[in-house]
């Protein structure tokens, strides 16, 4: 997984909990970002970060938020967990966009169920 | 605005017959375009990428894809599929400037 490690890859929480993903790479990219994965929706972007504490919101930022101290880790808390934000997480990389290789690599992704 | 659009969600398909998943986008920019493949409880993992020059455009595991600028088309064909193939199977683009956008998806079914 192109040096991607996302932590826990598995979690069961309650709704109303607050819940913090980790997405970690050795690869010394400056672009992370995390992505929520459901049925019949592919893949929505949630934040990304273009280098350390800087970050911005993708499609569906609300009720999540990131952190980013470090270029290496990326950090993304649901403050208050909801049923709605049940779902398959993944974190990805990249080299910064306009250049020849824009491609993103993906972390085996994190499963969370918000009971 | 940029949008991906495959247009089948499933292809059901015998394996060793051939396979083509579709793939549309619009774009007013010219755009690179991939397309990711995702087997069962992993993450995405790129299978193909055009970025310019020759519009057939040859990945991994034997898949190749033809950008057809006119048609706005990306089209993912396999001449013979195996049961190894079974997957889902992302078409993307991005502006040369922006951030990637996903297509919803389509899940490869191979019978046997």
């Known amino acids: 997984d192109a040096g991607i490690t996302q932590s826990p890859r598995h979690k069961v929480t309650e709704t109303g909990t607050p819940v913090t993903l980790r997405c970690h790479q050795t690869e010394n990219h400056r672009y992370m970002y995390w992505y929520r994965q459901d049925p019949g929706h592919g893949l929505r972007l949630i934040h990304y970060?273009?280098?350390?504490?800087?970050?911005d919101k993708g499609e569906v930022s609300d009720g999540y938020s990131v952190s980013r101290s470090k270029t290496e880790d990326f950090l993304l808390t649901l403050e208050s967990a909801t049923s709605s934000q049940t779902s398959v997480y993944f974190c990805?990389?990249?080299?910064?966009?306009?250049?020849?290789?824009?491609?993103?690599?993906f972390g085996a992704g994190t499963r969370l169920s918000v009971l | 605005a940029q949008s991906v659009t495959q247009l089948d969600s499933q292809v059901p398909v015998f394996e060793e017959a051939p396979v083509e998943l579709r793939c549309n986008y619009s774009?007013?920019?010219?755009?690179?375009l991939f397309w990711y493949v995702q087997y069962p409880n992993q993450g995405l993992q790129l299978l193909l990428k055009y970025l310019s020059g020759s519009t057939l455009v040859k990945g991994i595991n034997g898949f190749e894809a033809e950008f057809n600028k006119s048609q706005t088309s990306f089209h993912l064909r396999k001449p013979s599929v195996h049961i190894s193939d079974t997957a889902e199977y992302f078409c993307?683009?991005?502006?040369?400037?922006?951030?990637?956008?996903f297509g919803k998806g389509t899940r490869l079914h191979i019978l046997p």
């Open positions: 990805a990389i990249s080299a910064p966009p306009g250049g020849r290789e824009n491609i993103q690599y």
């Open positions: 970060s273009y280098g350390v504490k800087d970050t």
């Open positions: 774009s007013s920019v010219s755009v690179y």
């Open positions: 993307a683009v991005t502006p040369r400037d922006d951030k990637i956008i």
